[in-house]
């Protein structure tokens, strides 16, 4: 039985060699060109160091939830489109009306211009 699962630890050996060499070399070859404003850290667009306290512009919010609803949906096109063949029709139409629904969700945030950054 477990010669069965020599190739699979043959596979992850050779893909952690490859990997670690990747990264080795690439700490060994590349620049180290260290400067304040690439070694500081990026906070959604705001200063590293202010009071945590303070407000949040509501964009940030509006485009966390524009991420949710129009690009997490390519978890559900996955799965549909395996068993397509299995469903038939009716998964079709199902996912024609899914893929309308967001559809019109995009065309009314496109409208309202809630894609427009300032």
Known sequence: MLEQYLPILIFLAIGL????VALGAGMLIGP???????????????????????????RYYLVAILFIIFDLEIAFLFPWAIV??????FGLGAMGVFLGILIVGFIYEWRKGALEWE
């Open 17 to 20: 060699v490859i990997g670690g």
């Open 32 to 58: 180290h060109r260290p400067d304040p404003a690439k070694i500081s850290p990026y906070e959604c667009g705001f200063e590293a160091f202010e009071d945590a306290r303070m407000k949040f512009d509501v």
């Open 84 to 89: 397509l063949d299995k469903i038939g029709l």
